[in-house]
């Protein structure tokens, strides 16, 4: 009994952190046995080896370097089947003997064992029930956003998309000392992706800034891959730099998480038999067959009775979130770039999980935010470029054109 209640103790503190917010990592000690446990969305990466004297580092390289393993045949096959930007899949890194840990999982050190502890609700929310919490939700983003204002002057990127104009709501809501600007790519002068963002920031009254694209240049790029390894996104490390030489010391606001799971980017409202390992490679971007290895592996860890209903978002929070997401805020970090994000706290995730997918991909959590705190907000027009948004909008032509896309690029040998 003894025991028991002490497991009891282990899992409640692990519930508390549910409510933390931001990037962090958290080491507990019990008993004679350390445990490593990491942010919502493992914005912080934790690699970890399985053999020799036990090793953590946010580079998997570091790690490698350390106890002289070589790169694996078998990743860099699977590394080659995408292009760089992509993740890899579940928990997998460049060498045989070096795993990360995945979000909702703590580290059993002594074991070298991870161990799954976040178990979404499996009780769906009603309509009503749904429009209920994300009000309620309002104040805690509200608080995350005061906290992150507190320390960094916060800038914010606006495109013509409702993602980046929801984290512009909450941060006009409170006040903070903020900027906007907008990558400009190849958009011409006309793309609705440089003009909505303006002619929002001149109504409110914020600065606005297009940013050209910057060359990181091949001897710098090769310079960052000796400290972290080569398999790396150049098109990233680009953007980083881009970001620093203009803002500096100042933190980015990403809106990855409202994407993925806010409005159920990668399940959309399709119906759970549809997730397949197929599909999620196709997810994935990912032309190498190899890989279907490890996606079964994945979707072997998410199918039991309490998860499978959250297979889609599952996925989406361990392998978008957990390894592309992480991916790209490691190599922004290293460029001396600080990404927050303001929904980056488990409990809010949690509680979206409770929605239906059918309401978040028709934006239930951006239009109900927005009518809330700044309707005016949903006056600008989202995403005139996008000549697939309607794709969107109906499940099975998604589903196709999911699967159609994929066929394309298998057959495209260029990246």
Known sequence: MKKLKSQNIFAKFLCETDRLAGKFIILIKRYDNLYLVGDATGTLPINYNLKNYFTISSHEKIIADELGYEISN????????????????????????????????????????????????????????????????????????????????????????????????????????????????????????????????????????????????????????????????????????????KFHDKALINGDIIDQIGKSLIGNSLPNWTASMYFFKAKLHNRERSILRDIKQHLSSISSRELNKHKFDLFALENRLGRWSSQTNNLYSLMGVNSLNIYNCRKIIFDWMRIPRTLRSANIIHNTINDTINHKLKEYPFNQDSKFEWIKKRPFIFLIATYLKQLLFAKDKEY
């Not at 000392?177 to 609705?192: D, E, M, Q, V, Y």
């Open 74 to 245: 078998y990743s860099i096959k699977i590394r080659n089947g995408s292009d760089f930007s992509q993740p890899m899949p579940y928990n997998l890194t460049m060498y045989d003997n070096v795993k990360i840990l995945l979000p909702g999982y703590f580290l059993n050190i002594k074991e070298r064992k991870p161990q799954r502890f976040f178990y979404p609700n499996n009780i769906m929310l009603s309509r009503d029930q749904s429009l209920a919490l994300i009000k309620n939700q309002i104040l805690t983003i509200s608080n995350i956003t005061k906290e992150y204002s507190k320390y960094y002057e916060l800038i914010c990127p606006l495109t013509s998309g409702s993602d980046s104009r929801l984290n512009f709501a909450f941060l006009n809501k409170e006040g903070t000392n903020f900027k906007c600007f907008t990558f400009r790519h190849k958009f011409s002068s006309n793309s609705a992706e440089l003009k909505i963002p303006n002619r929002i920031c001149k109504e409110f009254k914020i600065e606005y800034e297009i940013l050209n694209d910057l060359d990181v240049g091949a001897e710098k790029f090769n310079e960052i891959n000796k400290y972290i390894g080569a398999y790396q996104s150049k098109y990233t490390i680009d953007l980083a730099l881009t970001y620093k030489s």
